[in-house]
């Protein structure tokens, strides 16, 4: 919660809002707690084992080594006795244990208890979860949101992440509200405010904020001053320095009234943003008579008669004749002393009504100001050396310890050691490349069971609007099967299988890392793996030479066959071309095709009237039907019988040179 009743919705136009590349590199200050409740409240099956701890392990992975950024996560310890109450609304509200009991029941505080057991329980599981993925995990002795604006404070880490608006009343400089890991980069978003925008933009400081807990309520306090909302406190707590503002609310708690100073402070800041436009005068200024057209002192006869000096104070003008004034405009303040007096009045009345209000509902609220809730912002867990140095021994990041989490994952998760060794993989990279960049660390040579090592720079990618090198890796030790070690290589199960069986159990996690990425040749098995610039140019800066070469010989590549084409292609136009060679020709172009093919002059042969008279004069019998059928046909020769059936028979007789002419045509028989 924090400080409630729409302090973030006044701070909203101060958000900041960053993609995930921003953090690459920052130390973030992590309200565990906060992380469980969140992942609680997305989480939507509830059939998953243990969610807290699965979504967990992916978490960091993520934020590690896919982000690049560096958590140090805070629990809570024994918190303060004035936040009990929170505490049993927020497990209520969050907590699905069990179905919400009656207010006032019996069974409430018992419920809560429960619920606040088993969150406890889930808090502890997590924190071993984390400390074998080697993340720091530091305690505190009161509120976690404290000791991370302590970090924060110190310069010990760059950021809290924490919903908390109190974050900024203990301290904190930078507080991200909202930190999204969804592998969908159009949902992965940091929202982040500023102690020094908060600063430069409303002229509130950390005493400022604590007078504003105090007023609108907070964990400690969440009811607040009843009466008093977010506008009445920026308001009140703006018209006095950071040195005084605690003190004055101590005065208005013991039932003091305001000073005059006070009172004319809030005339002065009466929240319209309007000032009189002449100085206050307490001598009583005489009422005038004012016009009703323009507004300034006179009436509208005078002012039609001889001008208005106000309106027109130059007697050259155009209008000062035509028209006497000029209409007033839509809120005009008139600003003589009498107008200017009586304004003045209004708002000095509007001010000791406005004071005497907030005063008497300060005065009236039992206990205002809480002294403890004081001390709690201000004075406790104010670090001392001893105990900066010890924070800072106490974070550190180191790899994983991947024997004692496969057997913590094997037990409460009931994942075997292949499906834990692939999800930790980007982890363990991280890690490698890290301790390889570090040339006093030895320890690289034991991560990733000895086997692999960076073989070479695949290309560049682009993830989250930052460029990546994609490192391929390759089985460098002999006698240890790396494939064997990440279980892609089990009896008939191919990797191909393997990742499609892994896709089905990771489709409830909306923040699962990628899928193993590998590569098999007949001579060679590698996978790659996402890593950020800097840490290759630190650890292996031999493969980014080498990388950096081939793409320049590739680059040169490219631009000398460029500009082959290019040359090739001046010449070419150079070289006038016959418009045929620009169309395919199937057939002599000199030749008609229709008219001079052997089927047509066939044809014409046998159509011929010359053909026809000499064939018939020579006959006794002609069938007419076959004739007539060998004119109408593409066929290539004729055949005349003399031998047809009697039925087809005709008597001798001469064709005239007309009739042979149709037929030849294929104009008909008849």
Same mark, same amino acid.
């Given at each position: 919660?924090?400080?409630?009743?729409?302090?973030?919705?006044?701070?909203?136009?101060?958000?900041?809002?960053?993609?995930?590349?921003?953090?690459?590199?920052?130390?973030?200050?992590?309200?565990?707690? !906060?992380?469980?409740?969140?992942?609680?409240?997305?989480?939507?099956?509830?059939?998953?084992?243990?969610?807290?701890?699965?979504?967990?392990?992916?978490?960091?992975?993520?934020?590690?080594?896919?982000?690049?950024?560096?958590?140090?996560?805070?629990?809570?310890?024994?918190?303060?006795?004035?936040?009990?109450?929170?505490?049993?609304?927020?497990?209520?509200?969050?907590?699905?244990?069990?179905?919400?009991?009656?207010?006032?029941?019996?069974?409430?505080?018992?419920?809560?208890?429960?619920?606040?057991?088993?969150?406890?329980?889930?808090?502890?599981?997590?924190?071993?979860?984390?400390?074998?993925?080697?993340?720091?995990?530091?305690?505190?002795?009161?509120?976690?949101?404290?000791?991370?604006?302590?970090?924060?404070?110190?310069?010990?880490?760059?950021?809290?992440?924490?919903?908390?608006?109190?974050?900024?009343?203990?301290?904190?400089?930078?507080?991200?509200?909202?930190?999204?890991?969804?592998?969908?980069?159009?949902?992965?978003?940091?929202?982040?405010?500023?102690?020094?925008?908060?600063?430069?933009?409303?002229?509130?400081?950390?005493?400022?904020?604590?007078?504003?807990?105090?007023?609108?309520?907070?964990?400690?306090?969440?009811?607040?001053?009843?009466?008093?909302?977010?506008?009445?406190?920026?308001?009140?707590?703006?018209?006095?320095?950071?040195?005084?503002?605690?003190?004055?609310?101590?005065?208005?708690?013991?039932?003091?009234?305001?000073?005059?100073?006070?009172?004319?402070?809030?005339?002065?800041?009466?929240?319209?943003?309007?000032?009189?436009?002449?100085?206050?005068?307490?001598?009583?200024?005489?009422?005038?008579?004012?016009?009703?057209?323009?507004?300034?002192?006179?009436?509208?006869?005078?002012?039609?008669?001889?001008?208005?000096?106000?309106?027109?104070?130059?007697?050259?003008?155009?209008?000062?004749?035509?028209?006497?004034?000029?209409?007033?405009?839509?809120?005009?303040?008139?600003?003589?002393?009498?107008?200017?007096?009586?304004?003045?009045?209004?708002?000095?009345?509007?001010?000791?009504?406005?004071?005497?209000?907030?005063?008497?509902?300060?005065?009236?609220?039992?206990?205002?100001?809480?002294?403890?809730?004081?001390?709690?912002?201000?004075?406790?867990?104010?670090?001392?050396?001893?105990?900066?140095?010890?924070?800072?021994?106490?974070?550190?990041?180191?790899?994983?310890?991947?024997?004692?989490?496969?057997?913590?994952?094997?037990?409460?998760?009931?994942?075997?050691?292949?499906?834990?060794?692939?999800?930790?993989?980007?982890?363990?990279?991280?890690? !490698?490349?890290?301790?390889?960049?570090?040339? !006093?660390?030895?320890?690289?040579?034991?991560?990733?069971?000895?086997?692999?090592?960076?073989?070479?720079?695949?290309?560049?990618?682009?993830?989250?609007?930052?460029?990546?090198?994609?490192?391929?890796?390759?089985?460098?030790?002999?006698?240890?099967?790396?494939?064997?070690?990440?279980?892609?290589?089990?009896?008939?199960?191919?990797?191909?299988?393997?990742?499609?069986?892994?896709?089905?159990?990771?489709?409830?996690?909306?923040?699962?890392?990628?899928?193993?990425?590998?590569?098999?040749?007949?001579?060679?098995?590698?996978?790659?793996?996402?890593?950020?610039?800097?840490?290759?140019?630190?650890?292996?800066?031999?493969?980014?030479?080498?990388?950096?070469?081939?793409?320049?010989?590739?680059?040169?590549?490219?631009?000398?066959?460029?500009?082959?084409?290019?040359?090739?292609?001046?010449?070419?136009?150079?070289?006038?071309?016959?418009?045929?060679?620009?169309?395919?020709?199937?057939?002599?172009?000199?030749?008609?095709?229709?008219?001079?093919?052997?089927?047509?002059?066939?044809?014409?042969?046998?159509?011929?009237?010359?053909?026809?008279?000499?064939?018939?004069?020579?006959?006794?019998?002609?069938?007419?039907?076959?004739?007539?059928?060998?004119?109408?046909?593409?066929?290539?020769?004729?055949?005349?019988?003399?031998?047809?059936?009697?039925?087809?028979?005709?008597?001798?007789?001469?064709?005239?040179?007309?009739?042979?002419?149709?037929?030849?045509?294929?104009?008909?028989?008849?």
């Amino acid at each position: 919660m924090g400080v409630g009743k729409g302090f973030w919705e006044q701070l909203r136009p101060l958000a900041r809002t960053e993609d995930l590349s921003f953090l690459r590199g920052k130390r973030l200050a992590v309200d565990l707690s !906060y992380w469980l409740v969140q992942q609680q409240t997305a989480l939507k099956d509830h059939r998953v084992r243990k969610p807290h701890l699965r979504l967990t392990f992916f978490r960091v992975v993520k934020l590690v080594a896919k982000v690049g950024a560096l958590p140090v996560f805070v629990v809570d310890g024994e918190p303060p006795a004035l936040k009990q109450g929170v505490r049993m609304k927020r497990f209520k509200r969050f907590s699905s244990l069990c179905p919400p009991s009656p207010p006032h029941s019996p069974a409430t505080t018992e419920s809560v208890s429960t619920r606040n057991g088993s969150f406890s329980a889930n808090v502890e599981e997590c924190v071993i979860l984390l400390e074998l993925l080697g993340m720091p995990v530091l305690r505190a002795e009161g509120e976690a949101e404290s000791l991370c604006a302590i970090l924060n404070r110190e310069g010990l880490v760059d950021a809290c992440v924490s919903p908390d608006s109190d974050v900024f009343v203990h301290g904190a400089k930078w507080v991200i509200k909202t930190l999204q890991l969804d592998n969908k980069s159009k949902e992965s978003e940091v929202e982040l405010y500023r102690a020094e925008d908060i600063e430069a933009s409303m002229g509130l400081r950390r005493n400022h904020l604590v007078a504003l807990a105090l007023l609108i309520g907070c964990d400690y306090m969440p009811e607040g001053v009843a009466g008093v909302g977010c506008a009445n406190a920026f308001q009140l707590i703006r018209s006095f320095p950071e040195s005084e503002i605690l003190d004055r609310l101590r005065a208005w708690g013991r039932g003091e009234g305001p000073s005059e100073g006070e009172i004319e402070q809030g005339a002065q800041d009466d929240g319209s943003g309007r000032e009189p436009s002449v100085a206050y005068d307490s001598e009583v200024q005489i009422r005038v008579t004012h016009c009703s057209k323009c507004g300034h002192p006179g009436n509208k006869k005078e002012h039609l008669n001889s001008g208005c000096g106000i309106c027109f104070p130059s007697r050259e003008d155009e209008y000062s004749f035509e028209k006497g004034c000029k209409p007033k405009p839509k809120g005009f303040l008139c600003s003589c002393p009498f107008c200017s007096q009586k304004a003045r009045s209004k708002l000095q009345t509007k001010a000791n009504a406005w004071w005497g209000k907030m005063c008497s509902k300060m005065a009236a609220t039992p206990g205002f100001p809480n002294e403890e809730i004081i001390k709690i912002f201000l004075n406790s867990e104010i670090p001392t050396f001893e105990d900066v140095t010890g924070y800072a021994s106490s974070i550190k990041w180191h790899a994983p310890a991947m024997d004692e989490l496969e057997m913590f994952l094997q037990k409460h998760l009931s994942w075997d050691s292949f499906y834990v060794r692939q999800k930790a993989l980007p982890l363990l990279s991280h890690f !490698y490349l890290s301790d390889l960049a570090d040339k !006093y660390c030895k320890s690289s040579e034991e991560l990733l069971n000895g086997a692999f090592a960076p073989l070479c720079i695949h290309r560049i990618k682009i993830e989250h609007g930052e460029p990546l090198y994609v490192l391929k890796w390759k089985n460098m030790r002999e006698g240890v099967d790396g494939e064997q070690w990440l279980g892609l290589k089990l009896n008939s199960t191919s990797p191909k299988h393997i990742e499609e069986t892994v896709a089905k159990e990771c489709r409830t996690d909306n923040e699962c890392v990628d899928l193993l990425s590998t590569e098999a040749t007949e001579k060679e098995w590698c996978f790659t793996t996402d890593e950020s610039m800097e840490s290759i140019k630190a650890a292996c800066p031999e493969l980014v030479e080498e990388f950096d070469r081939s793409q320049e010989a590739k680059q040169a590549a490219r631009k000398k066959a460029s500009k082959r084409k290019k040359v090739e292609g001046i010449e070419s136009a150079k070289r006038q071309s016959d418009i045929t060679s620009f169309f395919k020709v199937e057939h002599d172009l000199h030749k008609n095709k229709l008219t001079e093919s052997p089927q047509f002059e066939r044809k014409c042969e046998l159509g011929s009237p010359h053909t026809l008279e000499r064939t018939a004069a020579g006959l006794d019998y002609i069938d007419t039907e076959a004739l007539v059928a060998s004119l109408n046909s593409n066929s290539k020769s004729t055949t005349f019988s003399s031998t047809s059936p009697p039925l087809t028979r005709t008597r001798r007789r001469s064709f005239p040179t007309k009739v042979v002419r149709k037929l030849s045509y294929g104009e008909g028989a008849g």
